[in-house]
């Protein structure tokens, strides 16, 4: 597993837990150091009021996607053996969702 990757799992979302896809936002020293991923999850619902944190993915099929969907910054910290990698973000969509991460969080 590795920064970029997206992912499929039983995640907890703000309204529901259920099988789901979401892109694993961890440093690679991270995942090197540890049993667990930090993970940001994708949702095909848009959102009624789009925040900063938000991102319409450009390239969903290419990640593996089955339907257009967006990245929120709603983080989740997961065990790497509940979650199946299924593909990667592009670079344009990693690189979208790194800004996403980097103003949802104090620096």
């Given at each position: 597993?590795?920064p970029g990757d ?76 509940e979650l199946t ?7 344009s969509d990693w ?13």
């Amino acid at each position: 597993m590795k920064p970029g990757d997206v992912v499929v799992g039983v995640l907890e979302g703000a309204a529901e837990t259920k099988v789901r896809p979401a892109v694993v936002i961890a440093s690679a020293a991270y995942l090197a150091e540890r049993p667990d991923v930090l993970v940001g999850i994708l949702t095909t619902r848009r959102p009624r009021h789009a925040a900063s944190t938000d991102y319409a993915l450009r390239d969903w099929q290419v990640a593996g996607l089955r339907a257009a969907s967006w990245f929120r910054a709603y983080v989740l910290t997961v065990h790497r053996s509940e979650l199946t990698a299924i593909g990667q973000l592009s670079e344009s969509d990693w690189s979208a969702v790194r800004e996403c991460v980097g103003r949802a969080f104090a620096r």
